[in-house]
């Protein structure tokens, strides 16, 4: 569950809020690998903690045009909220981002995922989320982006860009079930939620200030409001 709808707004957790987004996110060096496609649309699963945010801040990355919120690593029947924050289906809440990789590589992607969308050195939980369903993984479409994806964490582990070491999975994609419709563009209709305040909109404001050059500030909205 969402442990910012059982602890409300208390005035510790934003004053610890306001430390992180301070020091959320830095430019990371650019994968050494990173293929340019020439097809017009390819698409890959990202999972990194709860999905309202991963969907909100690759909706404002340039090149995207569809990001849904979903789950991803289990089986199509038990692909369902009230099941997978059981912990017991195998699913990690997931987002499948659609892109013109003419405009933006999956590397690029990557970096966005790596540095501001989430912290790859928590193993299983993300912020105030605990449970294998907010693992790290990066859920492959294509051998390209398998070897794109393996090499940019040995790159980034080799450099020693964390303190930590990254424990980012990488698998392939068996299957993406897209999630209940009220959990889709969340941010974007409930921007002052406790837990979007928090937790997600720091995110949105450390791709804007760490990636200019990729930010775009009208976002690809998955429904009309």
């Known amino acids: 569950m ?12 934003m004053l610890s809020a306001s430390a992180r987004s301070e020091d ?11 293929p340019v ?19 909100a801040v690759f909706e404002h990355v340039k090149g995207v ?6 789950y991803s ?18 699913h990690a809440e997931a987002i499948q981002i659609t892109f013109d990789p003419r405009i933006v590589t999956f590397g690029r992607l990557l970096q966005v995922y790596f540095s501001v969308a989430h912290d790859p050195t928590q193993l299983n939980f993300q912020g105030p989320d605990e449970g294998t369903s907010y693992r790290s993984e990066i859920f492959f479409a294509t051998p390209a982006q398998e070897k794109t994806a393996r090499a940019y964490i040995t790159q980034l582990g080799t450099a020693h860009v964390f303190r930590e ?10 299957g993406f079930y897209a999630a209940e419709a009220y959990h889709q563009d969340y941010l974007l209709h409930n921007p002052t939620q406790p837990y979007i305040v928090i937790n997600d909109l720091p995110k949105l404001a450390a791709l804007e200030r760490v990636w200019p050059e990729f930010y775009r500030p009208d976002p690809v909205r998955l429904a009309s409001r």
């Open 73 to 90: 690593g289990g089986a199509k029947e038990t692909a369902t909220y009230p099941q997978v924050i059981t912990e017991t289906t195998g």
């Open 165 to 174: 070491p990254i424990v980012t999975k990488v698998g392939a994609l068996k």
């Open 37 to 55: 496609g020439t097809a017009r649309t390819e698409t890959v699963v990202l999972a990194g903690g709860c999905f309202w945010g991963q969907q």
């Open 2 to 13: 969402k442990a910012a709808l059982l602890i409300a707004a208390s005035s510790l957790l």
């Open 24 to 34: 959320l996110g830095a430019r990371i060096p650019a994968p050494a690998l990173d």
């Open 65 to 70: 045009t569809k990001v849904v919120a979903g």
